[in-house]
C-alpha cells in the first residue's frame, strides 16, 4: 500500500483523496470543468484548503459519445495547467487522465507528472505499457470496453465482475512483464457498463483485493447515482457520498472525487470504524 511518486512515498493505508480538474469544455459535470491555468489556480487553492491529496487532470472528456481532441489540442490544454502547477504548486502530486502514450510520455518529461491515469488500459495505445516503464511512473490502469464514443454499446457481459477482473488481472500481468511497479486498479465505473452492472460490481467490490494492488475508484456524480436517485449531476453529492463509503468498507484506497471537503470526511468517519 505504498505508493512512489517520483520518489516520494504516498503512503495509501490510509486512503486518499484525487481531486478532478477537467480543463475541457463538455465533461459530464459542469462544476468540474476550469477554462484555463488562472481559473485552475484557484481550483486548487481551494481543493489544497480541503486537505487533496492528489489533483488529476484531464483534457479530453471521456464522457458517453464525446467529442474526439486531437493530441495537440490535449498537449495544450494540460501543458498550460501543468506549467502554472509547477510554478505555483510544486509539491502536490498530480496524476494526468490520458490514453495517449505520446501525452504521458510529454507531461512526464516536462513538468514531472507521476501519475498516468489510464481510461483505456493500455487498449487504446499499444505502446502505453512500454512507455509506463521508460518513465518509471505509477499507473491507474482501468476497466473499459470500447472507447468513449462507443463505450455504452459495449455492455453484454456474462458476469460482469469476473470479466472485469480477469481483464485487469491479465494487464497486471503485462505490466509486470515491462518492469511496471507502481499499479493503481479502477474497476472502470460507467466506461461500457449499465446501471445494474455498476451496483454488481460496487456490491462485489471486496473481490478486486485479490488483485493486490491498490483500489482507485471513480464514482463521483456518475449515472449510476443521478438516473438511481432521478436527479441531475450536480444534485448527486450526497448519493456520491454514500457509494463512496461504501467503497471504502470494501478496500478502496483512493477515491477520485469532484468534491475534495466532502470527500475527506467521508474519509475520516471510515478511518474512525476501521
Not at 459535470?29 to 489533483?55: T, Y
Not at 501519475?115 to 516503464?133: H, P, Q
Not at 460507467?190 to 491498490?214: C, H, I, R, S, W
Amino acid at each position: 500500500m505504498l505508493l512512489n511518486y517520483a520518489g516520494r512515498i504516498i503512503d495509501l493505508h490510509q486512503p486518499k483523496v484525487m481531486g478532478i480538474l477537467n480543463v475541457t469544455p463538455d465533461s459530464f459535470f459542469s462544476g468540474s470543468r476550469v477554462g484555463g491555468a488562472k481559473h485552475a489556480h484557484k481550483v486548487i487553492e481551494k481543493m489544497l484548503l480541503e486537505g487533496v491529496d492528489i489533483v488529476d487532470i484531464g483534457a479530453y472528456s471521456s464522457r458517453p459519445q464525446a467529442a474526439d481532441v486531437s493530441t495537440i489540442d490535449e498537449i495544450q490544454r494540460l501543458s498550460d495547467v501543468l506549467e502554472m502547477i509547477l510554478k505555483n504548486f510544486p509539491d502536490l502530486p498530480i496524476s494526468v487522465d490520458t490514453f495517449r502514450s505520446s501525452v504521458a510520455s510529454h507531461v512526464v518529461k516536462n513538468y514531472g507528472v507521476g501519475i498516468i491515469n489510464d481510461i483505456s488500459g493500455g487498449t487504446l495505445d499499444v505502446n502505453m505499457f512500454e512507455t509506463i516503464a521508460e518513465l518509471g511512473v505509477a499507473y491507474v490502469l482501468m476497466h473499459i470496453k470500447g472507447n468513449p464514443q462507443t463505450m455504452q454499446m459495449m455492455t453484454n457481459y456474462d458476469n460482469v465482475v469476473c470479466e472485469v477482473l480477469d481483464f485487469l488481472q491479465k494487464r497486471i500481468t503485462q505490466l509486470s512483464l515491462f518492469g511496471v511497479k507502481d499499479i493503481l486498479v479502477d474497476p472502470g465505473f460507467g466506461f461500457g457498463k449499465t446501471t445494474a452492472q455498476n451496483y454488481e460490481l460496487l456490491k462485489n467490490l471486496d473481490l478486486f483485493n485479490v488483485l493486490e494492488k491498490p483500489l482507485l475508484i471513480g464514482v463521483s456524480r456518475k449515472s449510476m447515482i443521478y438516473k438511481t436517485l432521478n436527479c441531475t449531476p450536480e444534485n448527486a453529492l450526497n448519493g456520491t457520498t454514500a457509494v463512496h463509503f461504501a467503497a471504502l468498507m470494501a478496500g478502496a484506497k483512493i477515491l477520485r472525487v469532484h468534491d475534495v471537503k466532502e470527500a475527506k470526511e467521508a474519509v475520516a468517519i471510515y478511518e474512525m470504524m476501521s
